[in-house]
Each structure stands twice: as C-alpha cells, then as structure tokens.
C-alpha cells in the first residue's frame, strides 16, 4: 500500500505540473486579438441560452406551415413570413430573391404484398419519381441484398418489381441505392423499385428523398418501404415463396414555380462588401414538419444574427442570413444564388451552412486554408461554455456548395451530437419533438459567437 | 488507514459469515421435492437455448398472416396453421373450439387540420369505434389536457371535436381517456373525439386500442393520433388560434363471425384431469402484425410445450396450451373457454399468461395463496441461468382472466423487461423486428420449466 500510495503521490504532482505547463502554453498559443471577442462572445452566449426563443420561433415555422416542400403554398407561405418577421426583428436589407423551382407532387400512393399474403406495406414515394398508372401496377417482386446480386440477376428481372434490401451502415454508403436503383433495376427491365428506407430501423417508419434517373434508361416508379417491411419480404422469399406486389403512385412533375431564398442581413460597419453568410434551406421534404432538415438550421442562423443586431454588436463586415429554397430535390437556391451573386462571391469571407440539425453543438466542420483554420480553432476556443470549440477536418453544405465552389471559399458546417439524425431524415417524424430548447440555444450561440467574430476580425480570413 | 485496514478485514470476515449462514439457509430452505427438477430443468433450458426455433415460428407466423383481428381473414387462416403445426409437433387433443366474436373493420380512414394550416394528422381510429358519415365530418376542435378541464368547458364542447392531450405517464392513468373519453366528450354534445395516443412519444407513432361507449350516450367516432400531433394542437390553440379539424372514418361493426380458440395439450400420465394452462392470444390489432401482442406469447407458450413433449418429459398433470380468440375487442375467446370448460375448472391447477411482451423475461408474477407462491418461488429457483427467477406480487392476464375468476384458481403471468411493450403496443410497429431470439428462447425456457414442474409436483398447488 505504501509503495502505491507513493505512486499516486507522485501522479499528483506530476499533473498539476502537467496542467500548468499546457495552461501556461495554452495562454501563449491564444493570439492577443482573441481577448477582444471574449466580452462580446460572452454576451451573445448569455442572450442565447436566457430563454428559448429560437424554440420558439421553430416551433411557430413548423406548427404554421408544417412541412414546404418546393411547390407546395406552404413553402410559399413560410417565405412570406420569413420576410416579414425578419423586417419585424430590425435586420438589414431583408429580401426574397427569386428561384424557379421545380413542383414535385406525390398525390395518393401506396403499396402492398399481395401474395403471398395480404398486407400493407409501410411506403413513401420517392422524390422526383414518376408514378404508375392511375389503376397501379402489380408484378411479381425480386429482392436482393445489393448491386452485385442485381447484376447477377440480370435479365431475370425483366417486368419484376425490384426491392433493394440493404441495411443502413452509412448515409454514402446506403443512399447510392436511392439515387441509381431505379436506373440499374430498369436497365434490367424492372417495371418499379422499392428501397429499404436510408435510415435505422425505426417504427416502421419509411423515409422519403430524391433519386436521380439516368439519361437514356426507362423512367419506373419508386418508392422507399420501412426496414421492417423490407426484411419481411427477404424472410418470404428466402422461403421459397413467390412475391407479387402491387404499387401506385400518382406522382407526378409540374411545371416549375417560382420561389424564392430569403435573405437578411447586419451591414457592416467598416467592409460591407465582405461578408459572411450563414445559409440553411427553408423548404423540407413533403413529410413531417421539416423541423430538423432544416427549419431548425434556419432558425438557429436567423436567430444569430438577431442576437448580434438586437445587441448593438454591428460586426466590421457584412452578415448575411440565407434561407435557400429547393435543398430537398434540385438545389435551386443555392445554384441561383452564386448566379445572382457571382460578381459578389470575391467578398465572401465565409460560408457557414447549418443543415446537420439542432442537437447538442460539438463544434464545427472547415474546409479553408491552414492559416484560417488556426484562426476559427482560436474563435471555437470561445464556445466553452456550450461545448462547441471542436474544428473538424471537412466542413460544407449543399446549399452554399455551388458558390464555395464557384467562388474558392472557405467553407464551414455547425456540427452537432448527429446520433438521432438519420433515424428521422426524410421522415413523418421529422417534427420539433426531437429538438431540446437547450441544445438549439447552445447552436444558436456557436453560430453568433462564430459568424460575429469572423466577421469583425482585423484581417479577413485566406482562402 | 490502519484503522480503515482493520476495519475493512473485519467487513470481510463477517461477509464470508453472512454468506455461509445464507448458502447453509438456502440450502435448508430448497425443499428435497425440487432435486427431482434440477436435470429436467436443465434439459428445457438447453432445449430452448439451443437455437432460434422459436423466433423463426414466430416470424412465420407474423410474415404469413400478418396482423389478425377478430373477424379478418388473416386470424381464421392462422387458426387452422396453428392446428395443423400443432399436430405435426405431436402435441394431443388439438382442437379448434369455437367462439364467436365480433367483426369491426376501420375501412379508410383520415384526418387532417383544415386551420389554421392545412396538415395530415398521423391517426389510427379506435376500435370499436363508429364510422363519421361517408362525406367526413369537419368541425371546430378544441384540446383539453384532462377529464377536469372537459368538464370545465362543459356545454361550449357542443358540436366541437374534443382533442384529450394527456402525455403518456403510465397506461393504467392514460388508458381511461382511451376508454372513456368518446362518451364523456359525446355527454356535452361533441361530435367526435380524438385521443392523444396512450403510450411514449414515438416516431409520429398512433396506437389504436378499444374504445367503451357508455350506455345511453351518444356513439361518436374516436381515433387516437400521435403525440407529436397532439402537442401541436396544443401549441396553436395556446397561441390564439381557432381550430378546424376533419376527420373521415369508414369504421363499422359487422356481425359476429365464428372463430375458435386452438387447443393442445400433453395429456398428464397420473392426473390428466387435473390442468395447467398456458394461456396467450392469437388475435391482434388491424395493425403491425402482433407479434409483441401477442404472436410472441403464443408461439412461447406452444413452444414450451413442444419441448416438454419433444424431450419425452410427460407430466403428472395436463399440460394445455390455449391460443384464445378476440383478446382485444371482445374477450370472447377468454370467456368462451370459461363457459365450455366450466365442469373442468375445478380441476384447473394454475393458469399462466404470456401477453407482456417476450423480451428479456426476469420472472413471473404469481396471484395465489402463501403455500403456493413459496413453491412457484421454488421453482422459479430453476431458471437463474435464464434470469427469471423473480415471483412478483400479482399476476393473472385478460385472457385466463373470466376462468381465473369463475375457478378462484391460482394466476401467473410471465415478467418480462417491458421497457419497450408501450412504444409499440398497437401500433404499425409490433413486427418481430423488435424481439431478440434469444430473448424469446429464454421466455420458452421459462415457460417450460414453470408449466412442467408444477404439472409434475407430488401435490397439486393449493388454492
């Protein structure tokens, strides 16, 4: 005992010089420019966490509009709100700038097992498919397990209903399924594809999104099923039973409407053509309430910028909120707005896209120089206190994609605790349930503490 | 420290004490009768353990039939499955012995707020429940949060949809609104009732469950809807705001159909009048496919007894399994075997029901007298290898309820871990998905060395 007692004695010792060498390193690593931000950092974090307005507020998007797909009155509705609420909350220079977008209609839909039992099948439509005919489509089913068996199958699959059975790993490695199942199963002759939702296994819950047809392959219906019904098809068939399943989709393509991404913003006080924008997208899927993708990253960013102005804080460049339009399925507000802004993407400082949800905040992705990153790590040291100083390796999104690309600009993502994520993308469940008041807070203040520094900083951050 | 040393040696010496006194007073306490089980005990478990016999039945039963209410197709079907596997199995005396039950069918079925926002609810009509006319029924609506605050509102709920929000706290306190909620609304004149659904906050997740009407109230359409849709109506009635709601249900009662409880049995080698029962049921609600409730009880209940006989282990006693009829929205399967078997209960030894699920089983739970509960303790003793050594205070089942009550016959229930039971308790989500097989060996092995030993005691339980 003595002998360990020794042992622990001497660990004592050694951490506390331990701890006092990297505290003594730590003040010498933190540049003098970082002291400055730590009163107002300090603020937006206090207003931030004081109540749960941001909850609030997504709360009212989602009650209100409920789900906004591109094309639907809803997502119309939400974007005239958005404008006059940010006019109402004193931002700069608020504004609708005009998207065409494409109309997606799901209609009534359904499918099921007609043999060798009776039942349905929990379903959703895929987006962007086409539909069956009106009276549907019924035909025997295939299942496989992946590609590779799809290949082997080959031919064999000529006016079959092809049901992909792939358990969720990843989103990369699952969604390929999505996106070119249809196309591959219909380059075999298969008159429809049903997918094992791109998600766990929840309540029997199926999950929506967008597929991509290939040019030149004949365009079949598509639609995802839950896991628990994919797995009871593979069960039927590995008994040697032959599957017939009836599907219709009254989905269909309208012509494109016109939209519009929402824009607002604090000028800046010194550069007001530098700017720093934090986007989002404002329309959702057809299903649930959009509240994690991506009400709650529009309200988290709006929310920031509301803070900074309603505090006095006017930052040395421009901040400038964008709820884009059409993220789910075309991508036009966020193709629109590096066209409409393309003489303006040098002054870009920074894109921060916050599309991953609104849970507990870890910190952020980046993608940009070394010398940034060092510079957003300092900022991120900021964010203690709600547990956000994480920089990751990569950090990006769909929206603000085609003008980080266009324009060669540094490029961020709030991150946060992802664990339920997947489990309710693209799904009825996506509602403001799963959203804890606390964690949106702590989102809002690493994206204000973020974005206002960043913006106000003395030297504009490198490519 | 010494001192803490010494104090700590003298811990340790009387623990080694405390544990020799306990083994010498369990060791006294383990009656000579229960040496006798020990090898066949042994024998079920590693019977059951050996492999997933169970959990494939049971997906077959779920897979073939799928859900099996009262009156559909799919139960009459899996009624004479269960017969003819039965007697494959080579269990004695199988039977179908008929009941008639009643035949609700919930037709399409729909809801949706009309105001302040057009949105689907995500709702599954109560069963039992009558239909709105064929047109729907649109109509303000109005939450309460309890029986109180209905009665508060009193008159002004006249023509109105009530809409009882109460959060799920257990399902003895919320399952009343589920019950009587539609007549208590109906008493002030509402014209239908929607129920927030009587279990956790799932995945936009509705449960539907029967409804009483009360005698001489108005019968109005009632449908539970998720939870997530129930706080939203909250919201925007806190918020001010006037609440339009239709609903649209084709539910209709059709008259009663004839169905059977199926019977099978190890006839006893000394007393074969006297009768243990393993009781569960076959019948479901119209959604999901019942394999929590009850397909998993069922097919645990028959495989414990098809161990039994498969390892040539031929009680004392009778050994019945009952796969009764209508458990539901009828009962009819419980008290038709109370009526059919009234001459015979007397020589009923203990009835034991599987319906809470087959998860993790950690028990059972006993109603009967002292003398008895300390042999089923005994027992019980048998089955640490399995973790269901536990006897809790009460224990019976709605099923073997009517023939426990006539017979004032000693009741057992398997426990099992329940954590999960409620989020999916009639919902599209009770597949097979959710039960581990080797959970639901263990129930087997449970269920197996329970019902043999006390088939095979040398006196029978008291009463």
């Known amino acids: ?58 709360a009212e998007l989602t009650d209100t509009f409920g789900h906004r797909l591109a094309g639907e009155q809803s997502l119309a509705d939400a974007i005239v709100w958005a404008v006059a609420q940010m006019r109402r909350d004193g931002l700069e220079n608020v504004r609708a700038e005009k998207v065409m977008v494409p109309h997606w209609v799901r209609g009534a839909e359904s499918a099921e097992i007609v043999a060798p039992v009776r039942d349905r099948l929990a379903m959703l439509g895929l987006g962007n498919s086409v539909g069956t005919p009106p009276e549907g489509l019924e035909a025997e089913a295939v299942v496989v397990r992946s590609f590779a068996e799809l290949d082997a199958r080959g031919a064999a699959l000529g006016g079959k209903i092809v049901v992909y059975n792939v358990p969720f790993t990843s989103y990369g490695d699952t969604v390929r399924y999505r996106s070119a199942g249809a196309s591959r199963a219909a380059a075999y002759g298969a008159v429809a594809m049903l997918l094992r939702s791109v998600g766990p296994t929840g309540l029997r819950t199926p999950h929506t999104g967008a597929l991509d047809y290939a040019v030149g392959r004949p365009r079949i219906p598509a639609a995802a099923i839950a896991a628990e019904d994919a797995s ?34 604090v000028v800046g006080r010194e550069r007001p053509e530098e700017v720093v924008v934090l986007g989002c997208h404002l ?109 990751g390796a990569g950090g990006g ?32 469940a996506d509602t403001i349930d799963r959203i804890e008041p606390a964690d949106l807070a702590r989102c809002v203040a690493a994206l204000a503490v973020m974005s206002y520094v960043v913006a106000d900083l003395p030297e504009r951050l490198s490519r």
Chains 1, 2 share one sequence.
């Open 1 to 58: 005992m003595r002998q360990v007692r020794g042992t622990l004695a001497l660990i004592a010792v050694l951490a506390v010089a331990v701890a006092t060498v990297s505290r003594v390193q730590s003040q010498q690593a933190s540049p003098s420019w970082l002291d400055a931000y730590r009163e107002p950092a300090s603020r937006l974090i206090g207003a931030a966490l004081r109540n749960d307005a941001a909850w609030n507020r997504l």
């Open 232 to 265: 009871r098809l593979q069960r039927l068939q590995d008994r040697g039973q032959r599957l017939i399943i009836r599907l219709t989709m009254q989905a269909r393509m309208l012509p494109d409407v016109e939209s519009a991404n929402v824009v607002a913003e």
């Open 397 to 428: 999104g769909a929206d603000i994609g085609p003008s980080v690309q266009a324009g060669n600009l540094p490029s961020m993502s709030l991150d946060v605790d992802g664990s339920l994520y997947f489990t309710i993308h693209h799904t009825e």
């Open 283 to 391: 329309d959702s899927w057809d299903v649930g309430a959009g509240a994690t993708d991506d009400g709650g990253g529009c309200i988290a960013s709006w929310e920031a910028v509301r803070l900074i102005k309603t505090l006095g804080l006017r930052p040395r460049r421009t901040l400038r909120v964008v709820l884009f339009s059409n993220e789910e399925n075309g991508l036009r507000g966020g193709l629109a707005y590096r066209d409409a802004h393309k003489a303006g993407l040098a002054g870009h400082v920074l894109m921060i896209e916050t599309d991953g949800g609104v849970f507990r905040p870890l910190g952020f992705g980046f993608t940009g120089s070394d010398a940034s990153r060092a510079i957003v790590t300092h900022v991120a040291s900021l964010l203690a206190e709600v547990g956000a100083t994480r920089i």
